[in-house]
């Protein structure tokens, strides 16, 4: 079965730094997403991607955040200087279409740790 | 914005049916509603979606009242592989921009 892959499964970055987060949707699909978790809390959406741009952020979403796709297979989360409290868990998920009754797939994440 | 709750926690038995209940008061109105496990330290993963009233798959089955206010995941006979956390997710058009929102989740523990 086709999944989603993110690389790495583990950061660890000095509080200020630029992080690249990265991810290979399903080949297929068309719809990109990018979401946090913090230890023990809920996903959280940041982002939606379709046609080489935003579809739609959230509030956590600010002007620290990026997304990308450099190519025909990445998809890339950028955070430009990170934070303490940027230290979560971040899923890609890609669906075929944007339309609620396409479920997203989700990766097995990143873990973000700022030192 | 939409709020979406849930139990925070259920236990129960091996072979039992589960119900587990979520609580979406803004769904958009054209918005299906999805669920999804999550085991630690992975994704979440698809379990079944619907948009209303019921939808049953090979592992679960999905309800769905007229109002779409809520929803309840039945899981049929559980087994300790389905000790998880559950979440709903629906989208959210409340504030102008569409957005989706997971639920708080409801940790399951399967006991033998």
């Known amino acids: 079965e086709p999944e989603v892959t993110q690389t790495p499964s583990h950061q660890v970055t000095q509080m200020g730094q630029e992080v690249i987060l990265r991810c290979v949707p399903i080949?297929?699909?068309?719809?990109f997403y990018w979401y946090r978790q913090i230890l023990g809390q809920k996903v959280e959406f940041l982002v939606s991607?379709?046609?080489?741009?935003?579809?739609?952020k959230s509030e956590i979403f600010d002007d620290q955040f990026s997304v990308e796709r450099p190519d025909g297979s990445n998809f890339t989360l950028k955070i430009r200087s990170t934070k303490l409290e940027d230290s979560a868990m971040y899923f890609c998920?890609?669906?075929?279409?944007?339309?609620?009754?396409?479920?997203?797939?989700f990766g097995d994440g990143t873990r973000l740790s700022i030192l | 914005l939409a709020k979406t709750t849930q139990p925070i926690s259920m236990d129960s038995y091996e072979g039992q049916e589960v119900n587990i209940t979520c609580s979406h008061n803004?769904?958009?109105?054209?918005?299906?509603i999805t669920w999804y496990q999550q085991f630690p330290s992975q994704g979440p993963r698809f379990i079944i979606q619907?948009?209303?009233t019921k939808v049953t798959n090979e592992v679960a089955s999905l309800f769905i009242p007229a109002d779409r206010k809520s929803s309840t995941l039945s899981l049929p006979r559980v087994s300790l592989s389905d000790t998880a956390v559950y979440y709903c997710?629906?989208?959210?058009?409340?504030?102008?921009?569409?957005?989706?929102?997971f639920g708080t989740g409801t940790r399951l523990k399967v006991l033998a």
């Open positions: 998920a890609s669906s075929e279409a944007g339309a609620s009754n396409q479920p997203q797939h």
């Open positions: 080949s297929n699909h068309l719809y």
């Open positions: 991607f379709y046609n080489n741009e935003i579809s739609e």
């Open positions: 803004n769904i958009a109105t054209n918005d299906y």
């Open positions: 619907g948009y209303k």
């Open positions: 997710l629906v989208g959210d058009a409340g504030s102008g921009t569409y957005k989706y929102i």
